[in-house]
């Protein structure tokens, strides 16, 4: 016979997976941005997507679960991310009119605190942002999950059926083998590949406009071709891009900007 605390376990986790269930049959689709290696910008095109799908009149969550180091706060300009935590939800804060956002820095008593979690313990708080989150009926939620193949992303792929895979490279021949285990990681739990973006591809003097390959480019889409995935294009590297982030102002929203153009074209194909 099983004692009575497991039976409570295992009943709150059914409880649990069917609001998972319900939560996410009200979500159209559902796009988690994965990278090999942390410094690619994965965090950056994360937010800036789910900006600019926002601004395009869709309605979007932003779900940051890069639980030990977020970045989505600063980079959308929210400070200690405040969670209201209700009695059977926790409210997303509106960054928007059409973009809510959730990020496990609304669960750290002060930013500069560490996360010192378990495998089990981020699984949970990673179930518990889809189940008890008051996301309401969206057309897109993007999740901004750690780099590498960790519990985070395994959770996103194994809680969050039907998720597309958005991986982020930059062009450096190194990263590539992070893109193949990327590849790998998405084929074997049978995630759809959406396609594959090179950041930090090139630099354009803002001075005469000459592109320099810092990192070489077009290493991602050779190596897209290779492995049978979609190119969905490359952003070059701009100091405005780093410096709108640190500021805490997408860069997609400069609209005039030539980065801004690209990303545009870019997330136009994801759409
Ligand atoms: P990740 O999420 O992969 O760890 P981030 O999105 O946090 O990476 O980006 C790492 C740093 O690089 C940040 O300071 C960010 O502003 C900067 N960055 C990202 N993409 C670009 C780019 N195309 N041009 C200039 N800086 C960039």
């Given at each position: 016979?099983?004692?009575?605390?497991?039976?409570?376990?295992?009943?709150?986790?059914v409880?649990?997976?069917?609001?998972?269930?319900?939560?996410?049959?009200?979500?159209?689709?559902?796009?988690?941005?994965?990278?090999?290696?942390?410094?690619?910008?994965?965090?950056?095109?994360?937010?800036?997507?789910?900006?600019?799908?926002?601004?395009?009149?869709?309605?979007?969550?932003?779900?940051?679960?890069?639980?030990?180091?977020?970045?989505?706060?600063?980079?959308?300009?929210?400070?200690?991310?405040?969670?209201?935590?209700?009695?059977?939800?926790?409210m997303?804060?509106?960054?928007?009119?059409?973009?809510?956002?959730?990020?496990?820095e609304?669960?750290?008593?002060?930013?500069?605190?560490?996360?010192?979690?378990?495998?089990?313990?981020?699984?949970?708080?990673?179930?518990?942002?889809?189940?008890?989150?008051?996301?309401?009926?969206l057309?897109?939620?993007?999740?901004?999950?750690?780099?590498?193949?960790?519990?985070?992303?395994?959770?996103?792929?194994?809680?969050?059926?039907?998720?597309?895979?958005?991986?982020?490279?930059?062009?450096?021949e190194?990263?590539?083998?992070?893109v193949?285990?990327?590849?790998?990681?998405?084929?074997?739990?049978?995630?759809?590949?959406?396609?594959?973006?090179?950041?930090?591809?090139?630099?354009?003097?803002?001075?005469?406009?000459?592109?320099?390959?810092?990192?070489?480019?077009?290493?991602?889409?050779?190596?897209?071709?290779?492995?049978?995935?979609?190119?969905?294009g490359?952003?070059?590297?701009?100091?405005?891009?780093?410096?709108?982030?640190?500021?805490?102002?997408?860069?997609?929203?400069?609209?005039?900007?030539?980065?801004?153009?690209?990303?545009?074209?870019?997330?136009?194909?994801?759409?």
């Amino acid at each position: 016979m099983e004692c009575s605390g497991n039976q409570n376990k295992d009943e709150i986790r059914v409880q649990q997976n069917k609001k998972i269930i319900e939560n996410l049959s009200r979500i159209k689709r559902k796009i988690a941005v994965l990278s090999g290696k942390g410094g690619v910008g994965k965090s950056t095109i994360a937010v800036n997507l789910a900006v600019y799908l926002a601004e395009k009149g869709f309605k979007v969550g932003l779900l940051d679960v890069d639980l030990h180091g977020p970045s989505v706060p600063t980079i959308l300009g929210i400070k200690g991310f405040p969670l209201d935590m209700g009695n059977n939800s926790i409210m997303p804060v509106n960054y928007s009119e059409n973009l809510k956002a959730v990020s496990v820095e609304g669960l750290l008593k002060d930013t500069d605190d560490a996360l010192i979690w378990r495998g089990p313990m981020k699984i949970g708080v990673i179930r518990q942002f889809i189940a008890d989150v008051d996301w309401g009926p969206l057309d897109f939620i993007i999740i901004d999950s750690p780099p590498g193949t960790g519990d985070e992303p395994l959770t996103v792929a194994q809680e969050i059926p039907g998720a597309e895979a958005l991986i982020i490279t930059t062009p450096q021949e190194v990263s590539m083998s992070d893109v193949r285990k990327s590849v790998n990681f998405c084929k074997t739990l049978d995630m759809p590949i959406l396609g594959l973006i090179e950041n930090m591809s090139g630099f354009v003097c803002p001075g005469c406009g000459k592109k320099t390959d810092i990192f070489k480019s077009g290493t991602g889409e050779a190596a897209a071709k290779k492995m049978g995935i979609k190119f969905l294009g490359a952003l070059p590297i701009e100091p405005g891009i780093m410096g709108s982030s640190d500021k805490g102002a997408p860069f997609v929203k400069e609209s005039a900007s030539e980065s801004a153009k690209i990303f545009g074209s870019i997330a136009d194909k994801i759409l």
